[in-house]
């Protein structure tokens, strides 16, 4: 566990503003009853089959949930497939021709639009070309896909034929991507040529190749033709995607799951270098990611929704695809970067396709701020609804921003506090029902019970620091690591009893029952959204031959909330220099993904140790908040942090 010291992390409540639900609002929401919560809390397994029962089930369940700590099954037995329950009963229930996808490139003018009609010819076709391929249920299939809607469709045409998907997020290195199908051994890589990005072209498969010399599982690869690019392809190994769906039949009979077979696999950052393959499953997953969705952004049947997330990351699969489509809903991708060609482009998007319902990051928020004002001004902005805001804590000055600005001071924001593990939301604000704080996710979802305890267990005293914990199962929790059960309990159901899960974030709960969340308390990231592993960029740190040691600790960002730094000590024969600070970036950039780039190289003779040589990585994150080392008596080498200190400043 963290330093107890650092689980008591100041709030960042600036004032106590609240913002109560519109009246207008409040009175056509879909939950707007606060008596929701009592019931649900005393009736949680009633709760959540309601919610299981706006599924479509062929076989339905004979137990809601058996809890046998720290291991869940929802809704026993039952037997359901996700991409019927996304696109083919929304057919049946006649809305066919309604717009499932709306997709928006980059290139200004490049869209594409699928009916939930079209959306199951063509989940069916490349369901049908996967199973010639000889994919079978159980098998999983690799994506690494730029935003494209192929993406969404390739994770569709799986859950069909009951092959869970492990999606790659594009921005990663080929380093990373070989690792993920290696662990995942998959047979079957979808990949394209390459994608838009601020007008250039990003060569995807010059990546995908470099990754695919060293997974010898591979048999097949699909390469979707995005940029048209000439590329050399193995033609025994590589066949493009239009070719291999072009003769294939539009029908494709969903396969029946398992309420707990797996749906997909989604590698995450943990504590060390090796990613974890969080397991969700398809009936508690779907459930809880429709349910919330539904509730969280009060989906309507007219509803146009943009989540701006990569559907890389779990924000994108679960409320870009499988809780939108779940409930019928009109989802929008978009392609691109929100400068392109202009800083407008995300609120010229709002304004033509009248979107409803926007989600996105703080991140995000914080840069539109920047830019300023008279972009999003330029647009007419007043058919949103409800706005999102997910990925970190939101600080109250971009919240009220978001507000005033983009939601024109009567849109409700939901905060929305969860992460790959919990596959859905855990806390956020039900918009027809919460009074918003500024700056705090709010409550559990109905049903739920979180709580922020002490290292010994206990219950924080208000407004305390402390760790926060889930204390009930969900229907949509992470079931396991992929084949690393030990790590699964070790990780989330090890520090206090095993019947509370332990999240890795910091968090305070304040005087009317409200969360605020701080960060993470662990070794992991959150850049600009991004979770990223401390110990990933190390081992890619002192991969490199000039490199002896090196620790990475996150400094805090205006933008982006954290960026990495990299403290090395360089092996002997090696001088400190611009130039090579710029090749281990490149080198960490190259084995991580741009992303994981460090923001600064700080170059010393030694870091702070403990005496058994242990490094304290807690100094380093002090001398990077700009706070006092505090007693470093303890070290084996209390001169080095002065030292390190004027680096820093
Ligand atoms: C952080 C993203 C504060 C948190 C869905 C969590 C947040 C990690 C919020 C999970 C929020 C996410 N307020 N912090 N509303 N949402 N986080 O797995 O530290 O990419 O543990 O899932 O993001 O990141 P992940």
């Not at 990569?310 to 409930?327: E, R």
């Not at 983009?406 to 992460?419: E, M």
């Amino acid at each position: 566990m963290a330093d107890e010291e650092e689980a008591k992390i100041e709030s960042r409540l600036e004032g106590k503003d609240i913002y109560s639900p519109p009246e207008g609002f409040k009175e056509q929401a879909n939950v707007n009853d606060p008596e929701i919560y009592e019931y649900a809390e005393e009736n949680y397994e009633e709760f959540w089959a309601d919610k299981a029962e706006r599924l479509d089930w062929y076989e339905k369940w004979d137990e809601v949930l058996k809890w046998d700590p720290p291991h869940a099954e929802w809704f026993v037995n039952g037997k359901l497939n996700a991409s019927y329950n996304c696109i083919d009963r929304h057919v049946k229930n006649g809305k066919g021709d309604k717009t499932a996808i709306i997709w928006e490139g980059e290139p200004v003018d490049e869209t594409k639009e699928y009916t939930f009609s079209e959306l199951q010819d063509e989940v069916s076709k490349f369901a049908n070309a996967l199973k010639e391929m000889g994919v079978e249920k159980g098998d999983i299939v690799t994506f690494y896909l730029p935003m494209i809607p192929e993406l969404a469709i390739g994770l569709l045409a799986c859950a069909r034929i009951g092959a869970p998907h492990s999606v790659v997020f594009g921005g990663f290195s080929p380093e990373a991507l070989k690792e993920r199908i290696n662990d995942a051994e998959s047979e079957v890589l979808v990949t394209a040529d390459g994608y838009y990005r601020r007008g250039g072209t990003i060569k995807m498969w010059e990546n995908a190749e470099k990754a695919l010399k060293n997974t010898p599982s591979i048999d097949n690869v699909v390469l979707v033709d995005r940029m048209e690019r000439d590329i050399e392809i193995n033609e025994e190994r590589d066949s493009y995607y239009h070719e291999l769906v072009k003769d294939q039949p539009a029908e494709c009979e969903p396969e029946k799951m398992d309420a707990e077979d797996m749906l997909f696999l989604m590698y995450t950052s943990g504590t060390t270098g090796k990613p974890k393959g969080v397991v969700h499953t398809t009936g508690g997953y779907l459930t809880g990611v429709s349910a919330t969705h539904n509730w969280v952004f009060d989906i309507k049947d007219d509803d146009i929704y943009w989540c701006t997330a990569d559907i890389g990351w779990i924000t994108g699969h679960s409320y870009i695809v499988y809780g939108p489509l779940a409930n019928g809903c009109t989802t929008l991708m978009y392609e691109g970067s929100p400068d392109y060609p202009e800083k407008d482009r995300f609120w010229e998007i709002v304004e033509d396709y009248e979107v409803t319902k926007f989600y996105t990051a703080p991140t995000a928020i914080r840069l539109f701020m920047k830019w300023g004002e008279q972009y999003p001004n330029e647009h007419d902005l007043s058919s949103l609804k409800v706005l999102g805001s997910v990925g970190e804590p939101i600080n109250p000055k971009a919240w009220k921003w978001y507000h005033e600005v983009i939601g024109g001071g009567d849109c409700p924001i939901v905060d929305t506090w969860w992460q790959t593990e919990t596959g859905m939301m855990l806390i956020t604000p039900l918009p027809g029902i919460t009074d918003l704080k500024p700056g705090s996710a709010t409550k559990p979802f109905p049903g739920l019970r979180a709580d922020v305890f002490d290292s010994q267990g206990d219950s924080v005293d208000t407004n305390e620091g402390g760790y926060l914990v889930i204390k009930r199962p969900w229907p949509s929790m992470l079931r396991t690591l992929y084949q690393e059960p030990e790590r699964y309990v070790e990780t989330y159901w090890s520090e206090y009893e095993n019947d509370i899960y332990f999240a890795g974030d910091g968090a305070r709960k304040d005087e009317d029952g409200y969360f605020w969340v701080v960060g993470r308390l662990d070794d992991v990231l959150n850049v600009a959204g991004h979770r990223l592993s401390t110990m990933e960029m190390e081992s890619a740190l002192v991969d490199h031959p000039a490199v002896a040691e090196a620790a990475v600790v996150g400094k805090p960002d205006e933008l982006k909330g954290q960026v990495p730094v990299g403290y090395v000590i360089l092996e002997s024969g090696n001088e400190p220099s611009d130039e090579l600070a710029q090749e281990l970036r490149a080198h960490v950039g190259e084995i991580i993904g741009p992303i994981g780039k460090p923001a600064a190289i700080r170059f010393s003779d030694d870091l702070p140790k403990t005496r058994s040589g242990k490094i304290m990585r807690r100094i380093l994150k002090k001398l990077e908040k700009g706070e006092s080392a505090g007693d470093t008596s303890t070290l084996r080498n209390p001169d080095i942090v002065k030292e390190l200190k004027d680096k820093v400043q």
